[in-house]
């Protein structure tokens, strides 16, 4: 059974950090891209970051760009994000998915996690 576990998600306020974590579990993911996505409430769920197998190309949100980061360790089947100078309007609960890459252009998202709370407070 494949799964996707989200954790790191809390409570903090504007301009402090935190860093999600992703474990996957349950097939390969060898050659996967890996993206963060986010859905705030009353809002669409809308991308933040992905980051393809080699981790030679990231992509981010325009949003979040400069202060975020994200990366994957493959031994472990895990991908991070690095979330910096947190703002308010990053409150939203955030979601790790996986799809078949191996461009991050083209991937469909077939894995996600459940999802975990960032909030920020002002």
């Known amino acids: 059974q494949v799964q996707l576990v989200e954790s790191g998600g809390g409570l903090v306020q504007a301009g402090g950090s935190l860093r999600l974590s992703c474990a996957a579990s349950?097939?390969?993911?060898?050659?996967?891209?890996m993206g963060w996505f986010r859905r705030a409430p009353g809002k669409e769920r809308e991308f933040v970051a992905a980051?393809?197998?080699?981790?030679?190309?990231?992509n981010y949100a325009n949003s979040v760009k400069g202060r975020f980061t994200i990366s994957r360790d493959n031994a472990k089947n895990q991908v991070f994000l690095q979330m910096n100078s947190l703002k308010p309007e990053d409150t939203a609960v955030y979601y790790c998915?996986?799809?078949?890459?191996?461009?991050?252009?083209?991937?469909?998202?077939?894995?996600w996690g459940q999802g975990t709370q960032v909030t920020v407070s002002s």
């Open positions: 980051i393809t197998w080699s981790a030679t190309i990231t």
């Open positions: 998915a996986a799809g078949p890459g191996p461009s991050i252009g083209n991937t469909r998202y077939s894995y």
């Open positions: 349950g097939r390969s993911f060898s050659g996967y891209v």
